[in-house]
């Protein structure tokens, strides 16, 4: 198990250090190749959007044929990809770079988290869901210090040329030592039960979506251009659920499978997202609102919220462990309620604009920001994984990554809607902004009530349990749950033929060790 969560959480950490900067860079980008900026942007966003439609379905092809399969062939493609961008001449050549990238991203990031999570066992999920989210977010804070050093000496091309040697022999070291895990399928026959019609759909409705909202920016929300697309995902989404529920019942491969959500998991996938939306959206109007209202330059303001990153990932691993002695619901709730904070320190800061910088304030919100909502990433994906079953966890962690990505698009697009063009000492935008970020939140923030009003009388009678207490069964007697054993496994009716010795679970505690080592970003 150490040496799979090594691999994978090594490679991650490598990529994410440098690409977390390409953003602040994008000016030297769109100058070196005499583009516009905007026209710049789309290596950055390109294969996000890539990654977006194809996760679930790439999920689902690792279950089918093996993760390590996958996850290799993802890698070998990211360094493609890698290799095209970094020797880049001409925007085209970059974005064919970006856009294999994204391809090999959409294949390695759920088989990654899939192959870890077999390796450890389910009941150490928060603890590997934790630490690979922690590897993208303290990756990137590196990144911000280490990237910009790389570009100042060596040009913003070597942020793509460096990792292809560290990630290389990880490669190599992966086909030599990672076991396989799941799948078994011949290629021709995953080929020929796979779910393609509803990755065709998933694709169109992804797409659509995305369109429309990033375009509002650009010709606002009553333009065709972005009425169009938002109207015509709303059928495509509709087609998608009846589709694959129609696969599922007939026995079929399916890239969304309707039974993988009950509906807390259901509750569950809707806070994560709306609370992730209102999250960026806060991410990206932050330095924006130092800018237009403190005149401070970009690397100021990147250094006052720095801290940030590094903190949702430390957050990320201190959640998995607690989860795991009280379970997903308690650190999901208490999670979202730290995020209230910074929402409304944000309207604070909106209010008082152009009264006076008050870094102590602003300080407080980033630290808020941070830590609750990667204490509440980490419960929820840990949440919503529990119930899944071993052969399809790729494929859920597939769907979990992409509505993170989406989220994650969305919110940068709203706030550059809302607060991009302000300008000026006009508060406006930002007052918007702030009210909207909150009433998204608020939307989390019942989504998780609900969650905890209907798991409260089950995590209840964990906890006791969790304690070592027995309850009594109808037959010889209730088990005995380890604290290691995550609250959200415990089933409403808790009466078995064989205890749980807590030896039983303490086996595997000592790998848990490796995984001090790691919106956002996603993969």
């Known amino acids: 198990p150490r040496c799979v969560a090594a691999v994978v959480l090594a490679?991650?950490?490598?990529?994410?250090?440098?690409?977390?900067?390409?953003?602040?860079?994008?000016?030297?980008?769109?100058?070196?190749?005499?583009?516009?900026?905007?026209?710049?942007?789309?290596?950055?966003?390109?294969?996000?959007?890539?990654?977006?439609?194809?996760?679930?379905?790439?999920?689902?092809?690792?279950?089918?044929l093996g993760r390590k399969r996958c996850w290799m062939l993802g890698y070998a493609i990211n360094i493609v990809g890698t290799t095209v961008a970094g020797c880049s001449s001409s925007l085209g050549m970059l974005l064919a770079g970006r856009f294999v990238q994204g391809l090999g991203s959409a294949l390695d990031s759920p088989t990654g988290i899939a192959m870890i999570l077999e390796a450890f066992g389910k009941e150490h999920r928060a603890m590997v869901l934790g630490a690979y989210t922690a590897t993208n977010t303290v990756g990137a804070s590196v990144g911000l210090i280490a990237g910009g050093v790389i570009v100042q000496h060596f040009g913003w091309r070597m942020l793509f040329l460096w990792p292809i040697a560290p990630v290389a022999v990880m490669f190599l070291v992966a086909g030599w030592g990672l076991p396989e895990s799941g799948g078994g399928l011949a290629l021709s026959e995953a080929a020929r039960r796979f779910d393609w019609a509803g990755l065709l759909v998933l694709a169109a409705a992804v797409s659509s979506e995305l369109i429309g909202v990033n375009r509002a920016s650009v010709v606002g929300w009553l333009s065709p251009q972005v009425l169009v697309p938002l109207t015509a995902s709303v059928p495509l989404f509709a087609l998608l659920l009846s589709l694959e529920a129609r696969r599922e019942r007939r026995g079929l491969e399916c890239v969304i499978r309707p039974s993988l959500f009950s509906a807390d998991t259901t509750l569950a996938l809707f806070s994560s997202f709306t609370r992730f939306v209102a999250y960026i959206g806060l991410f990206t109007a932050v330095p924006l609102f130092l800018r237009d209202y403190f005149e401070m330059d970009a690397d100021h303001a990147a250094a006052l919220v720095s801290i940030r990153p590094f903190l949702y990932g430390m957050s990320c691993l201190l959640a998995g462990r607690l989860a795991k002695s009280v379970g997903e619901v308690p650190i999901i709730l208490s999670g979202t309620l730290l995020t209230l904070v910074d929402k409304v320190l944000f309207i604070g800061m909106v209010y008082r604009a152009g009264v006076r910088a008050d870094v102590l304030l602003l300080e407080t919100l980033v630290v808020f920001q941070g830590f609750g909502n990667g204490f509440a990433e980490t419960a929820l994906k840990s949440f919503m994984i529990a119930s899944t079953p071993p052969e399809l966890t790729a494929n859920m962690q597939g769907i979990l990554n992409a509505v993170m990505v989406i989220a994650f698009m969305n919110g940068i697009d709203l706030a550059v809607t809302f607060c991009g063009d302000a300008g000026g000492r006009e508060i406006g935008g930002y007052f918007t902004a702030s009210l909207f970020f909150f009433g998204v939140f608020l939307v989390a923030l019942a989504l998780v009530l609900a969650i905890a009003i209907r798991t409260w009388g089950r995590w209840a009678e964990g906890a006791g349990k969790a304690r070592g207490v027995k309850t009594s069964g109808a037959g010889d007697g209730g088990p005995v749950y380890s604290p290691l054993e995550s609250l959200s496994d415990v089933p409403a009716d808790p009466t078995v033929e064989e205890g749980v010795e807590l030896s039983e679970m303490e086996g595997g505690s000592a790998a848990v060790g490796v995984t001090a080592c790691s919106d956002a970003e996603p993969d």
């Open 11 to 64: 490679t991650n950490f490598y990529y994410n250090s440098t690409f977390g900067v390409l953003g602040i860079v994008l000016p030297d980008v769109a100058r070196d190749l005499g583009v516009s900026e905007a026209s710049a942007v789309w290596a950055i966003l390109l294969p996000l959007l890539v990654t977006a439609v194809l996760q679930p379905a790439t999920g689902l092809l690792a279950d089918m």
